[in-house]
């Protein structure tokens, strides 16, 4: 594995699933020098994947894949939608999918997709669920943890949902020493606080059907 590799990356995505930058020691000169890369997001809705031909035939190399959603306890059902507790999920697929895409050449990250619309559930508690499932894969070599951001606008008001993704940045800082990406929509960035940038200052925003 080249020092390249071995390092943790610092990500900007400019388009969802689309692009990437890969930030080594020199942030300015790599941002200078353009270094672009094709990649994707997955999750068990995709079911079996051949990383290979990902890699080979598709062109990829670099892909975010979910490990999971909700926080540490209760069930969730993808299928019906209906769930217990703090609804946990664990993807089915994250293990393999992180493994073979990383055997297969890509350079690969965890993604939790966060459930504050469970008002219930803490920003703490999520970040947990995402470390026992992701934190043996948000270490040098791998791409930085990503947090997704989609839910919850109608359930909170602004600053009740930014503190809950605050408290969850805080917490795999804490555990991990460096802040997750988040991947947000321009609207849901409109209705959070500034704050949630200072937490998260690396932003992965959806830009869709060629954006």
């Not at 270094?35 to 990829?60: A, C, E, F, H, M």
Request: charged share 15%; proline share 4%.
């Amino acid at each position: 594995m080249t020092a390249h590799r071995r390092r943790l990356m610092l990500v900007h995505v400019a388009a969802a699933a689309v692009s990437v930058t890969l930030l080594g020691r020199d942030p300015a000169l790599a941002q200078s020098t353009g270094n672009r890369l094709p990649g994707l997001d997955v999750s068990d809705w995709q079911g079996n994947i051949n990383w290979s031909t990902v890699y080979n035939s598709g062109g990829k190399r670099f892909a975010f894949i979910r490990s999971s959603r909700g926080g540490t306890t209760g069930t969730y059902d993808e299928v019906a939608r209906t769930g217990t507790l703090s609804q946990r999920y664990d993807d089915l697929t994250f293990v393999t999918n992180i493994t073979n895409a990383t055997s297969a050449g890509l350079y690969v990250g965890p993604y939790h997709f966060a459930r504050p619309d469970i008002v219930t559930n803490t920003g703490v508690d999520e970040a947990n669920h995402f470390l026992q499932q992701a934190g043996n894969w948000m270490r040098p070599g791998y791409l930085l943890p990503v947090l997704d951001a989609e839910a919850g606008q109608a359930e909170r008001s602004p600053a009740n949902l930014s503190q809950f993704y605050i408290d969850f940045a805080n917490r795999i800082k804490q555990v991990v020493g460096v802040a997750p990406i988040i991947y947000i929509n321009q609207n849901y960035a409109n209705y959070i606080t500034a704050d949630v940038a200072a937490a998260m200052p690396n932003n992965w925003e959806a830009r869709w059907n060629g954006q």
